[in-house]
């Protein structure tokens, strides 16, 4: 089975534009989550979708949000970069939010 | 209280050695227990998962976990320089409904 893809890996911004990153979960698995991971803070929660529906959120401000489509493919968007924005952004898939989640490689995104 | 907390290490064992990584954490509705380990510049890996009190063995690995102690372990046997990493402890809560993770031990195995 294919892992998690992530797309794009690198992303260099400037503060004030916005961005979309994509994630595809493994295949069958309907629960995608995304986290931001930084030095500073670890690994923080920003949403989970499940069947094109977000069924939890992270405390992150109104700036970052997501969908996800019925093929269970998912994105993230973040509008109004900020430079703390910038971070290692992860998706991971599960059968369900209970189960084991698998992480995808990753989008580094730099806010300059 | 942190709501999963973790020793930050670095964890120094030789090469052959027992690692033993320890994480508690708070809310005790937690459900499901998870290890990954993130090797530097990457993306974390899950090696182990836990749902039951008492020991699960996978290889070389073995998850512990206490619910009445609030704690979970993870202890790698034949400790090898490629276990070098930093591992996170992972936690689900069924009443939020998402994955909480501890900052990560970074272990570093001396050959």
């Known amino acids: 089975k294919a892992g998690v893809t992530q797309t794009p890996r690198y992303l260099i911004k400037t503060r004030g534009q916005q961005v979309t990153l994509s994630c595809s979960p493994i295949s069958g698995h309907r629960s995608v989550s995304w986290y931001q991971q930084t030095p500073g803070q670890g690994l923080q929660f920003l949403f989970e979708y499940f069947s094109e529906t977000q069924r939890n959120k992270g405390n992150f401000p109104g700036r970052f949000s997501g969908r996800q489509f019925s093929n269970s493919r998912s994105e993230m968007n973040v509008s109004t970069l900020e430079l703390g924005d910038s971070a290692l952004y992860l998706c991971a898939s599960s059968s369900d939010r209970a189960n084991e989640q698998f992480f995808g490689p990753g989008t580094r995104l730099t806010v300059l | 209280q942190k709501e999963v907390e973790q020793n930050s290490g670095p964890l120094s064992v030789p090469e052959g050695a027992i690692a033993s990584l320890n994480c508690t954490y708070s809310d005790r509705g937690s459900q499901s227990f998870f290890w990954y380990r993130q090797y530097s510049g990457k993306s974390p890996e899950l090696i182990m998962s836990i749902y039951s009190n008492g020991d699960k063995e996978d290889g070389r690995f073995t998850a512990q976990l206490n619910k009445a102690s609030q704690y979970v372990s993870l202890l790698i046997r034949d400790s090898q320089p490629s276990d070098s990493a930093t591992y996170l402890c992972?936690?689900?809560?069924?009443?939020?409904?998402?994955?909480?993770f501890g900052k990560g031990t970074k272990l570093s195995v001396k050959p």
């Open positions: 992972a936690v689900y809560r069924g009443s939020q409904g998402n994955l909480i």
